[in-house]
């Protein structure tokens, strides 16, 4: 690999690890954040190449590690996979929709050292749910929430949540409760990947963005010293951008499937980036050598408003992929950003979404399978 000429601070060694181990999934979630384009990497990592992974990003310094997907469960060497993960050190969490779990496959992990579990819920009712899913998981779902707690895991929940399920807040937060969980992230749908290609579907009005806010803002305080609830605020009704990946190339490391590194889960449908592949080069070279880490590392790239911005030092310039997809230039500031130039493009889109809501002409949602993937 030919040296990147970085002349920006030290680099800082990674600190968390995202493993993506497969994109096969039984789940068919319109937002999945997957490629529309997954099927066509049907390559996967062996489990020896995922060792040799794991054991290179523990020895730069990552600590957290978490194995996702598609849904991760599908690989049969996870509890392998965790179990050696477990001997290097790391703080490990499954992230899962719970569908092919079983009480004995959540003893086995338990065993090989696992220390966390995130189950996925896609609605409070499983009329919404299954249909959201793609799949009949809903009952299936509540029994590993359940199975989880008895193990002794934290009991970890997530929702994600947009237009179809917004209205559900309230039975959304007693669910939760009901199934005893310790956390529950309330997920507000970030538009890449499925989503974006869903977006005019699934985001909801500002009015009902704040009225789920307030009430899990509110449910907070009566659940307080039993359940922590996290509510992911969305990107397209704020004025300021989210730091991406606490800044580029500088915590999150991804590992995509194939092999492919990403410093973000997203990134490799930027054009340019010459984005390594692990089968080829070590985590430590592809961290500070290749050109894909290095690419928004610093703010050399930056232009105007960023270049001069007296807080490009807390978002980056916001999200490359979001000011991809939504102005054609990752240079661009972050279009959520109210000093960007093409904020109006985030307009724009509230206005798409609020037409479509109110269509009288049916418009299906794009469910996330290898069919559909073939259509982009």
């Not at 599908?74 to 477990?86: F, I, M, N, Y």
């Not at 979404?353 to 982009?376: C, D, G, M, Y």
């Amino acid at each position: 690999m030919a040296g990147f000429n970085n002349k920006q601070n030290p680099i800082t060694p990674p600190r968390w690890l995202l493993a993506e181990l497969t994109y096969a999934c039984p789940l068919q979630c319109p937002y999945c954040s997957n490629p529309l384009d997954y099927a066509n990497y049907k390559s996967e990592l062996s489990t020896d190449d995922w060792k040799r992974v794991l054991t290179q990003a523990r020895k730069m310094g990552a600590v957290q590690l978490g194995f996702s997907g598609g849904e991760p469960l599908t690989r049969q060497d996870l509890p392998e996979l965790v179990r050696h993960a477990r001997e290097l050190g790391y703080y490990s969490n499954l992230i899962t929709s719970g569908y092919g779990m079983d009480e004995a496959k959540i003893v086995q992990l338990k065993e090989a050292g696992l220390d966390h579990i995130q189950v996925s819920i896609q609605a409070s009712t499983q009329e919404l749910n299954d249909h959201i899913a793609g799949t009949a998981s809903f009952e299936h779902k509540k029994q590993v929430a359940h199975l989880v707690k008895k193990h002794g895991y934290p009991m970890v929940l997530c929702v994600v949540i947009h237009r179809e399920n917004i209205h559900q807040m309230p039975e959304i937060l007693a669910m939760a409760e009901e199934l005893g969980a310790d956390y529950l992230e309330l997920a507000n749908t970030q538009y890449y990947g499925w989503a974006h290609a869903n977006r005019d579907l699934l985001l909801p009005t500002k009015e009902q963005f704040e009225q789920a806010e307030a009430l899990a803002q509110a449910y907070k305080e009566k659940v307080a010293g039993k359940m922590k609830i996290y509510y992911v605020v969305p990107d397209f009704y704020e004025d300021r951008p989210k730091a991406c990946m606490n800044g580029w190339g500088t915590t999150f490391l991804t590992i995509a499937p194939d092999g492919v590194a990403l410093p973000c889960h997203s990134a490799r449908q930027l054009p340019g980036l010459d984005c390594p592949n692990v089968n080829d080069f070590s985590v430590e070279e592809i961290w500070h050598e290749s050109k894909a880490f290095n690419f928004f590392r610093g703010d050399d790239w930056m232009k105007e408003p960023c270049r001069s911005c007296d807080e490009k030092d807390k978002d980056f310039g916001g999200c490359h992929c979001q000011a991809y997809l939504l102005t054609g230039d990752m240079y661009n500031a972050d279009p959520v950003c109210s000093k960007s130039f093409q904020h109006d493009v985030i307009q724009q889109a509230i206005d798409a979404a609020q037409a479509t809501s109110l269509s009288t002409q049916e418009k299906p949602l794009i469910f996330r399978n290898s069919k559909n993937s073939k259509l982009f």
